[in-house]
């Protein structure tokens, strides 16, 4: 057996560095949720963080006030997980373990759709960072022919009832109540019959296989836990030769933003969004800076286009 794994299955042999291994293989966590999951102090955490850390199990990363931990994967270390995983059932509390992290991911997201509940009306009337009509007329010169078109965290669904103009169909999903139903409302006032709103979440689109031409985000990706399951949602729902779009802010440093507008991310460099895009299978990727505001903090906004490929080419 390689000293390297020897070392690592020892660090592993004490119950609480193996149900944070676990969690962590599963799932980027900071300490704050750690302890809520395990119920432990602060302290007990982060020393156990420490040592698998110096066993090169768990790597962090810094976003403004907070780190997060995450498992390593590194191909010398994959027996290692696979024998955790095997072995789960018979650590004490890693069977709890798993529903605590559903509750504290559920959390999160519950804080991000609490901002737009409270938004909800106000929508469209306040600031948003990268709401930039210049930057959605790039989109919308590729929106000539009538599609079916599936608008990913529409909000209050103003792109969505702009978009019915001239779409044949299309679908808004946002994950607040409360913005959905101001949407069907304003949808009704300005007569528009083919859209149709539905709540749900972008990492897990209530929308059929092969269901829509274009999938688009405006401004929604930074919301989502996890932007690359949401882009590859969005390939499901694309029939083959169908287009993704995207709209977001450029990576930025406004730490503000997260308590501002519950951001999740502080925008994606384009390097991040075509990396999510080419994972995803998506071809024909293109990137580019479309919009620079004049009033600080200076936000950019930053396009990523790609095409479904047809069925005989995948």
């Not at 590194?74 to 004490?92: C, K, M, N, V, Y």
Request: proline share 4%; charged share 25%; with cysteine.
């Amino acid at each position: 057996m390689p000293g390297g794994l020897l070392k690592s299955l020892r660090t592993v042999s004490d119950p609480t560095r193996a149900r944070l291994l676990l969690l962590l293989d599963e799932e980027e966590l900071s300490v704050a949720e750690l302890q809520e999951i395990l119920a432990r102090g602060q302290s007990q955490i982060s020393t156990h963080l420490s040592q698998l850390k110096q066993a090169g199990l768990v790597e962090d990363r810094r976003t403004g006030k907070n780190i997060f931990y995450r498992a390593k994967k590194l191909p010398e270390f994959e027996p290692l997980h696979r024998l955790l995983q095997e072995t789960a059932g018979d650590i004490p509390g890693a069977a709890e373990d798993r529903e605590a992290l559903a509750l504290v991911l559920t959390k999160r997201q519950d804080k991000v759709r609490s901002y737009f509940d409270s938004l909800a009306g106000r929508f469209g009337r306040e600031y948003l960072p990268g709401r930039s009509w210049q930057g959605l007329a790039e989109i919308l010169l590729s929106l000539l022919c009538p599609m079916v078109i599936a608008d990913l965290g529409a909000g209050e669904g103003t792109f969505s009832q702009l978009l019915a103009r001239r779409a044949r169909r299309v679908i808004a999903i946002d994950s607040s109540p409360k913005m959905v139903e101001i949407a069907e409302r304003l949808a009704r006032e300005h007569g528009l019959t083919n859209v149709e709103f539905r709540v749900g979440d972008m990492e897990s689109v209530p929308v059929p296989d092969s269901e829509v031409d274009l999938a688009f985000f405006s401004q929604s990706l930074h919301h989502s836990l996890h932007p690359e399951r949401a882009v590859m949602e969005a390939y499901r729902i694309l029939r083959p030769g169908g287009h993704i779009a995207i709209l977001d802010l450029l990576r930025h440093n406004f730490e503000k933003a997260r308590e501002l507008y519950a951001d999740v991310w502080l925008g994606f460099t384009e390097v991040e969004l075509r990396r999510f895009l080419v994972d995803a299978c998506f071809k024909d990727v293109q990137t580019a800076v479309v919009h620079r505001e004049a009033e600080p903090p200076y936000f950019e906004t930053v396009s990523a286009l790609g095409v479904k490929g047809a069925v005989n080419s995948q």
